[in-house]
């Protein structure tokens, strides 16, 4: 066992007084002074989120990072039977939308979500130290909840195997500082699945039976992954172009918009058409619009969309002289150009004045405009010189970038 690092003590930053001017304090009342001064604060997920009490019913949904809110309100609103149960983060990596639902199967009509995971098991506080690793291990051994998980893996993912002898591997994640490494973690989890009585149960690196364990800090969340790529890979994206967006990322964009079954909705420079398919997805509308100055782009737009999703027009123009009449749409959905993958920053502060100017012309009064980038001083600066009100300002991470989505309202006097 290794022994912990001892960290010197830090000096003390209180007032030096002459000899004369000291006065006899008791020993308790300095104990507590420096207990105060050095008192390490705790990570703002540990502060903020309290200790689950699970059940049989609770599922994470991943999603891309910081749209795990987003993931909750498309649940809640769209799938009956299901309420928040929290929600966590794992920043760079995925949000986990945490869910009850009395029919997890149904979770898989999400469009912003990626995966879905039962969860089995649970413990807060894990000890960072090495007896967390017993603790792990018997989190796996006595988790509860494994019968309830394979049995929904089998609705969730047709095909699955749930039979007396199950090949599994463990997959897991660690955040926050710890005495052991996260493959000692992962060894410890694999003993206890290993111990279980209730199945056969084979560790095997291609193993049907997927274990995730996620530690954030002192609280592990043991689960069995219940969906496959096909949840994140949609089945319509046959064509793909540079800069083109997740469906989740899409879909939570469109989700922003507040779909109506009256909109008529643009994405105006809609690459592979993604955002145009995922609004299809959410509801009705009575037309979509797509267009791009990229030839290539176009004829991926082309491919996805194939025969479905009508009435939706896909056009080559401008995106800076739209050839639309005044108040013509009453939704703009757009990834703008970053000046990463896609334009260049001294581009885009000639181009993002002119968009802006077109958007506004285009969108009908009341209608609401879902913008993502990255230039985030240049957005300001347009939205203030075309007097665009902005409603709401999220801040995303995506494929490791950070950018914001943001939601403006044109109203008939802006």
């Known amino acids: 066992m290794r022994e912990p690092i001892k960290s010197k003590p830090a000096k003390s930053r209180l007032p030096i007084r002459k000899s004369a001017e000291k006065k006899k304090r008791p020993a308790a009342d300095f104990r507590q002074q420096a207990r105060e001064r050095h008192r390490v604060q705790p990570p703002a997920a540990a502060r903020i989120e309290p200790r689950l009490r699970i059940g049989p019913d609770l599922v994470i949904a991943h999603t891309q990072p910081s749209f795990e809110g987003i993931a909750i309100r498309e649940a809640v609103s769209r799938i009956a039977g299901v309420r928040e149960a929290g929600r966590r983060s794992i920043a760079d990596r995925n949000g986990m939308a945490l869910l009850t639902a009395e029919r997890p199967e149904a979770l898989t009509r999400m469009r912003c979500a990626e995966d879905l995971f039962s969860v089995v098991g649970y413990l807060r506080p894990l000890s960072a130290g090495e007896d967390g690793l017993e603790q792990a291990r018997r989190v796996a051994r006595q988790a509860p909840f494994v019968e309830t998980a394979l049995r929904r893996r089998v609705l969730v993912t047709p095909g699955s195997r749930s039979g007396q002898r199950l090949g599994f591997r463990v997959v897991v994640r660690t955040v926050g500082n710890h005495e052991y490494r996260r493959v000692d973690l992962q060894k410890a989890l694999e003993r206890g699945i290993a111990e279980r009585g209730d199945r056969r149960w084979r560790l095997d690196e291609n193993g049907e039976v997927?274990?995730?364990?996620?530690?954030?800090?002192?609280?592990?969340?043991?689960?069995?992954?219940?969906?496959?790529?096909?949840?994140?890979?949609?089945?319509?994206?046959?064509?793909?172009?540079?800069?083109?967006?997740?469906?989740?990322?899409?879909?939570?964009?469109?989700?922003?918009?507040?779909?109506?079954?009256?909109?008529?909705?643009?994405?105006?420079?809609?690459?592979?058409?993604?955002?145009?398919?995922?609004?299809?997805?959410?509801?009705?509308?009575?037309?979509?619009?797509?267009?791009?100055?990229?030839?290539?782009?176009?004829?991926?737009?082309?491919?996805?969309?194939?025969?479905?999703?009508?009435?939706?027009?896909?056009?080559?123009?401008?995106?800076?002289?739209?050839?639309?009449?005044?108040?013509?749409?009453?939704?703009?959905?757009?990834?703008?150009?970053?000046?990463?993958?896609?334009?260049?920053?001294?581009?885009?502060?000639?181009?993002?004045?002119?968009?802006?100017?077109?958007?506004?012309?285009?969108?009908?009064?009341?209608?609401?405009?879902?913008?993502?980038?990255?230039?985030?001083?240049?957005?300001?600066?347009?939205?203030?010189?075309?007097?665009?009100?902005?409603?709401?300002?999220?801040?995303?991470?995506?494929?490791?970038?950070?950018?914001?989505?943001?939601?403006?309202?044109?109203?008939?006097?802006?």
Not at 215 to 231: A, P, Q
Not at 267 to 292: N, S, V
Not at 314 to 335: E, F, H, K
Not at 351 to 367: I, K, M, Q, S, T
Request: aromatic share 6%; charged share 25%; with cysteine.
């Open 210 to 414: 997927e274990f995730w364990a996620t530690l954030l800090e002192d609280e592990l969340f043991l689960t069995i992954r219940l969906s496959d790529d096909r949840m994140r890979q949609r089945d319509y994206k046959v064509a793909h172009v540079a800069g083109s967006l997740r469906p989740s990322v899409a879909a939570a964009m469109a989700l922003l918009s507040q779909p109506a079954d009256d909109d008529v909705v643009l994405d105006p420079m809609c690459g592979a058409a993604t955002i145009l398919i995922e609004r299809a997805h959410l509801g009705r509308y009575k037309m979509l619009l797509g267009g791009d100055s990229n030839p290539e782009a176009l004829a991926a737009a082309r491919e996805n969309v194939g025969p479905r999703y009508k009435p939706i027009e896909l056009r080559s123009w401008d995106a800076t002289a739209l050839p639309l009449p005044d108040g013509a749409v009453t939704r703009i959905i757009t990834n703008l150009p970053w000046g990463r993958k896609s334009g260049a920053h001294t581009d885009n502060r000639r181009l993002y004045p002119r968009l802006l100017a077109e958007f506004r012309r285009v969108l009908a009064p009341g209608g609401l405009m879902v913008l993502m980038t990255a230039e985030s001083h240049l957005m300001r600066e347009a939205l203030e010189q075309h007097k665009i009100a902005l409603n709401s300002m999220l801040a995303v991470t995506v494929l490791g970038a950070s950018a914001w989505i943001y939601v403006c309202r044109v109203t008939a006097s802006a």
